[in-house]
Every structure is written in C-alpha cells, then in structure tokens.
C-alpha cells in the first residue's frame, strides 16, 4: 500500500500526466507496485508516460535487467555495429559467439551514426548454467520501436537522442518477453 501510495504522489507531481484518465493512472501504478520499480526518473528504472488520453506504464532498459537479475538470470546486452567483427554460429542447441569490437571506429555517442552503423544487438542470458545468446537484428528493434506513438507522429522522442540505449532497452524486452521469469 505504502507503494501505491507513493507511485500515485509521484504520478499527481508529473504535469505531463495531469490530463490522464484517472482509471488509466491507477492501472499504469499497480503495475509499477506490482513490479515493484521505482518511478524514480533518475533510476531509469520504470516511467509512466502520457500516451492519447490515458497513463502507461514502462519498464525501462535498466528496469528489465533488474527484472532479469531477480529471477535469476544473468544478462549481457552488447550493441553490434558493422565495423565490428561479429560471428554467431548455432547448431541449433550450442551457439558460440566471436565478437571484436572496433572501439576507435565506433560513434555510439552519435545518434545518427547509431542508426547507420547499428546491425543489432546480442542479448546473452546465463540462467542455472544455461547461457543463451539471441541477436536482434535492427530491422526487428526498430519495428518494435515503430509502435512507440513519440516515433509515429515524431514529436520528440527518446529515440532522437538515446536511441542506443532505447534500442538495447527494446531488445532486452523481445528476449526476455520470451523467457520464463
């Protein structure tokens, strides 16, 4: 309860939820208790946002590797870029990976030449002694980007200057919306 109470103070003192419905508000702050993440802007750990009319909650890229570590699963998030040297080979149970990354040549600082350069992103999970590698290609990241209303209608969104971590965030998400946690 003491939560709740916290998320609703934290959601009545962000202006840009003020025309919110008050059902959508209570929906998006149980989910943030449920969850038990704070809304803490500065953890980055989960938001409510405004989209339309209503409050939704988000669980952020440091949220899901939270999420990830309190069931039990180690996770490893690494950004390819093409001047990297990359290969994934799977036999279909055991995948080995080799990855070099060209650190002199990466830009990841530069939003636009992330959004040139970006292949994908590895995701590798570790869970009881199971290590899993899963690689999200960018046309997959930007597709589940695509539904985000701030890059539909392009007024200002996270993806204009945080796009590196927004795409690692989206592709923590796929994989693990995939696994049991």
Avoid at 72 to 101: A, H
Avoid at 104 to 130: C, F, I, Y
Wanted: proline share 4%.
């Amino acid at each position: 309860r003491e939560k709740f109470t916290a998320i609703l103070i934290n959601v009545a003192l962000d202006d840009s939820l003020s025309t919110c419905s008050p059902k959508s508000i209570v929906k998006a702050g149980l989910q943030a208790a449920e969850l038990d993440l704070p809304l803490n802007k500065n953890m980055g750990l989960a938001y409510i946002v405004k989209y339309k009319a209503d409050a939704e909650f988000q669980v952020g890229y440091k949220g899901w590797q939270l999420l990830a570590k309190r069931a039990g699963i180690k996770l490893n998030v690494t950004p390819v870029f093409d001047c990297d040297e990359f290969e994934m080979v799977s036999d279909g149970f055991d995948t080995s990976v080799k990855y070099v990354p060209d650190l002199d040549a990466q830009e990841d600082h530069n939003p636009e030449w992330v959004n040139s350069h970006l292949r994908g992103v590895l995701v590798s999970t570790k869970e009881n002694g199971d290590v899993s590698h899963k690689f999200v290609g960018l046309g997959k990241i930007k597709q589940i980007a695509g539904v985000s209303p701030s890059v539909r209608k392009g007024n200002y969104s996270p993806y204009t200057q945080w796009n590196l971590e927004m795409y690692m965030g989206k592709a923590i998400k796929y994989v693990l919306s995939k696994m049991p946690m």
